[in-house]
């Protein structure tokens, strides 16, 4: 089976491992997936298999995508992304894969988006220790200089200021598979993931 799956973020937990030690998991709902497309390295350029995950209403998507969904005789779905694969030929158009593809598995790689933090100030967002927080100053979480006046006359490109912060794609890499259920397409990884409640993941295995 493909060794990654699209899936969801259930929420946090914990489980005790065979030494009675506590784990803090992440569940994941994982699959089932449907293969809406495969693609090869002689019509494509290189071998992946496009996945689709969780059903919406069809009245929500345009015609040339209901096409492509209808081809692959499967609903419309809300999350659709690629896996890169060593040989995608010997999977077919339509098929489901579940979260027994990751049978075996110890380690997976997981990408999300992190959650939205809105607009942030630098102490929130890069860290910035602030200014003097005793008697008489007025700059306490204030940005400071943001660069010199003469020469370049400009704000460098990257200079870190307040501004939006979060909503950015992210991996986490080689967490420890600690249980498979595939009875109910559960996941649990040891550790965090990106991203809130609900939210989408695509899980590889970790290389």
């Not at 040339?64 to 005789?73: D, E, L, M, Y």
């Not at 030929?89 to 990408?111: P, R, W």
């Not at 794609?169 to 397409?185: F, Y």
Request: aromatic share 6%; glycine share 14%.
């Amino acid at each position: 089976m493909a060794k990654g799956l699209l899936g969801q973020k259930i929420g946090m937990t914990q489980v005790y491992d065979e030494a009675g030690r506590i784990v803090p998991v992440t569940a994941i709902e994982a699959g089932p997936c449907v293969v809406l497309q495969v693609k090869t390295a002689a019509g494509d350029g290189y071998e992946a298999l496009q996945l689709g995950f969780a059903t919406k209403p069809r009245r929500t998507v345009n015609k040339p995508a209901a096409g492509h969904f209808k081809k692959a005789k499967s609903e419309p779905k809300r999350f659709v992304r690629e896996i890169r694969m060593d040989s995608a030929a010997e999977y077919e158009q339509g098929v489901t894969i579940g979260v027994e593809a990751l049978d075996g598995v110890k380690y997976v790689d997981v990408s999300g988006v992190t959650k939205g933090r809105g607009f942030a100030g630098v102490v929130r967002r890069w860290r910035f220790s602030g200014g003097r927080a005793s008697h008489g100053a007025t700059t306490h979480r204030a940005p400071g200089s943001i660069g010199s006046s003469a020469d370049p006359s400009r704000v460098l490109k990257g200079t870190r200021m307040g501004g939006h912060m979060g909503v950015a794609s992210r991996t986490v890499k080689r967490l420890a598979v600690v249980k498979i259920d595939v009875d109910k397409n559960l996941l649990l990884v040891k550790g965090s993931v990106p991203g809130p409640n609900g939210g989408f993941l695509m899980i590889r295995e970790a290389r």
